[in-house]
């Protein structure tokens, strides 16, 4: 089990960018895939993108060509670039860990906000 810590978040304009960063903090092992996952007031939480230890990716439909999710290996650090945010994008975003037990370990959140 490790400790998600999430940075990167804030308010930005329509059109605007944000970069989200989440280092695990604590051993790694057993991690199979990294990922985001964001949650909307009054929606479930959805998946963003994700990211296996090999490189594979994924990402939901909504945010396909807008945000970019990659990784940092010497760093264990998986960061989430989003590009022309949308008041829709507007959510709390978890940093996700899943292993390959299937056990998922949760950030706490960072709020990302962005004004039309």
């Known amino acids: 089990q490790v400790r998600l810590v999430e940075s990167g978040g804030g308010l930005v304009q329509a059109g605007g960018s944000l970069r989200l960063s989440c280092a695990p903090s604590?051993?790694?092992?057993?991690?199979?895939?990294m990922g985001w996952y964001r949650q909307a007031p009054g929606k479930q939480r959805e998946l963003v993108a994700s990211?296996?230890?090999?490189?594979?990716?994924n990402y939901a439909d909504s945010v396909k060509g807008r945000f970019t999710i990659s990784r940092d290996n010497a760093r264990n650090t998986v960061y989430l670039q989003m590009n022309s945010l949308k008041a829709e994008d507007t959510a709390v975003y978890h940093c996700?860990?899943?292993?390959?037990?299937?056990?998922?370990?949760w950030g706490q959140g960072t709020q990302v906000t962005v004004s039309s």
């Open positions: 604590g051993s790694v092992f057993g991690i199979n895939v």
């Open positions: 996700n860990a899943e292993y390959y037990n299937g056990k998922h370990d």
């Open positions: 990211i296996t230890w090999g490189g594979s990716t």
